[in-house]
């Protein structure tokens, strides 16, 4: 099975900072990638989807991707404390599989 | 009101009993996901469902069984077989079994001793 990395955290950062979160993937044919937000003892709820190269913009939240390195990112500006989550990256991989491959996540937290 | 539901939030059972997760959802999804979660750890893909009345493995699939009986039902069947059922079980679904989107129900949380 393909992988996919994030760093585990926790990332801290001062609130109205911006928070940057990193994911790469090994497999090469991926073609779609997710961010999900997670809180404590909660289901993740999808924040961000980004399918071809470059920057995708939503509110606060920027998703970056980079096929040749095999890397995505989400960047969240103005960090509120309310964005301390475990983030969670995913990937449609090309094997044929109809199903994500989710990273471990990473934990962010935002001090007021 | 659109989304996925899941019965029970919360769930204890004696170890060597069966138990049914539920799954349900009023999206008009086709394709429908299992996964699995340990603490601080990412989601495992315990079985997945692109159309009614035909599901595959996923990782982890020992120990457990599925149905789709109908489009909007999916349900997880824990067994006795399942070495470690302790966990937060999470269902999902999508509108494409091309797996674009998919959105989470709020999880069942099994506990067995």
């Known amino acids: 099975q393909k992988e996919v990395e994030q760093n585990s955290g926790p990332l801290s950062v001062p609130e109205g900072a911006i928070a940057s979160l990193n994911c790469t993937y090994s497999?090469?044919?991926?073609?779609?990638f997710f961010w999900y937000r997670q809180y404590s003892g909660k289901s993740p709820e999808l924040i961000m989807s980004?399918?071809?190269?470059g920057d995708k913009e939503d509110g606060r939240f920027t998703a970056q991707l980079n096929k040749a390195s095999q890397y995505v990112s989400l960047l969240i500006r103005d960090s509120q404390p309310s964005d301390s989550a475990t983030y969670l990256c995913a990937v449609n991989e090309d094997t044929g599989r109809r199903a994500l491959t989710f990273g471990s996540g990473t934990r962010l937290q935002v001090q007021p | 009101d659109g989304g996925i539901t899941q019965s029970p939030k919360y769930l204890f059972r004696k170890e060597g009993q069966n138990v049914t997760l539920s799954c349900e959802q009023n999206l008009n999804h086709d394709a429908m996901y299992w996964y699995r979660q340990d603490p601080g750890q990412g989601l495992r893909l315990i079985y997945y469902?692109?159309?009614?009345?035909?599901?595959q493995k996923g990782d982890i699939a020992e120990g457990y069984s599925v149905s789709r009986e109908k489009k909007e039902s999916f349900p997880l069947t824990v067994t006795s077989a399942q070495k470690n059922p302790t966990a937060f079980y999470l269902c999902?679904?999508?509108?494409?079994?091309?797996?674009?989107?998919?959105?989470f129900g709020p999880g069942t949380r099994l506990t067995v001793t």
């Open positions: 469902s692109q159309i009614v009345n035909d599901f």
């Open positions: 999902a679904s999508s509108k494409e079994a091309a797996s674009k989107e998919q959105y």
């Open positions: 980004i399918y071809s190269n």
């Open positions: 497999d090469r044919g991926s073609q779609s």
